[in-house]
């Protein structure tokens, strides 16, 4: 197992399963360990003193032209040389950050994807890829096999897709995943969430089961790159689709995941949607044991561009600080700071909210799309209700 | 490691065990987290605990993250 030491005890990477745990002063000391000076004199008690996991956006070259693209990748993108995502993996490593997601652009476009994983794992950092499965050649699943899991932008079937990213690549996408599947790759699939491919999400997710992916990862729409635009606000999930978001979770993971052979999976952005769960509302502690990630930007996540800019996340500007200095400027920076120190001091309705500490006032993001300041997600179903008033 | 060391007078390692995240996950824009053990019954949850801390156990220490904050590995059984 790998064990990095916080103020708090240390978060520790399993290896024989695929799992991250924190565990504090007394079970550390338990297991024979210590952490000498990060525990007289480390920082500041937060949850992580450098990001546990890195997305490395490893090009910004893309064929697809998805109309919601966050980066806004086109064929001629830009292409990061090796050795600069070389040294941001350097810098990952002596941050202790681990794992990475390689992203873009479409990453299987790189001939050297499969030495940059291997250039991953000898650094002891976990490679897990993203990929769009558009012209996945027998080749191409070749170098995805260096990766610990490979997901596949799968929004649904032919039509659901095509709403979402304005073609339809859902033929492309299945084949990819069977393929993959076939060929002994743990493969998941990448779910973004819009008010049409919303009610069909049990179908998809079912059919993605089918083909032989192993998890389902839900994303919500952000307004980021070419989706930051005024059809953010058409596609983005109705206020009552919203609200029905919880007991739809509840449902799917009932029906999809008993056997343990297909998991679910939310993103940073979805958890401010579960505020309306009754059951979490009675114990929202169970978030935090179960390792429930809100917005984590600037603090256990951080993001490199396809310029070698770090960004709090995937889908914020990036700031000055390059990849291969996250070790040194982590901490320094003053705009990752001002991400991680929202949730400190936040405006109501966070301040009483019982999610505030896992949730951290969903994504600013999209506050920042729809309200024009860092502030509370308007989109969370608590935040709407306390703006209408009583 | 036996699993005395797992124990001391302030309960047992899985009552010191904070946060469970499971998966490797693959998405390269937002950070994912697994939600069927989340509403999974507590039969469930308590079989991954168990899991976990009978990993944190057996398996072999390497310590990463910036080394002037880090100190020796694993101390040899008390």
Redesign the interface.
Known sequence: MIVRYESWGAWVKLESTAAVVAVDRVGVRSLGLDGGDAWTTGAAHRPASAPLEVHLAVTARCGAGCKGCYLDAKPDGAEPPREDLEASLDAMRDAGVFTVAFGGGEPTTRDDLADLAEAARSRGITPVVTTSGLGLSDARVERLRAFAQVNVSYDGASATYEQVRGFDGAPAAERAIEKLATAGVRVGVNVVLTRESFPRLAETLSRARSLGAREGQLLRYKPAGRAASLDYLAQRLTREQVRSFPAGLRWLSHSLCEGGSFSLRIDCALVPFLSTDPELARDPGRLARFGVFGCEAGAALAAVDATGRVAPCSFAPATALRGRDLVSGHDGDAELARWRAWADAPPEPCASCSFRSVCKGGCKVVSAFVDGVHGPDPECPRVVDWRSGP | ?SQD????A?GS?E??????????????????????????TAVV?AAVLA??VA????????????????????????
Do not use: Y
């Not at chain 2, 060391?5 to 001391?8: F, H, I, K």
């Not at chain 2, 009552?15 to 999974?40: I, K």
């Open positions: 490691m060391r797992a124990v001391d302030e390692l009552e010191h065990v904070e946060r469970v995240r499971l998966g490797h996950g693959a998405n390269c824009s937002s950070v994912g987290s697994v939600v069927d053990t989340l509403f999974a949850g899991a976990i990993a944190l156990e057996r398996e072999e220490v390497r310590v990463v993250g910036r080394p002037e904050e880090q100190p020796k590995d694993r101390e040899s059984s008390p």
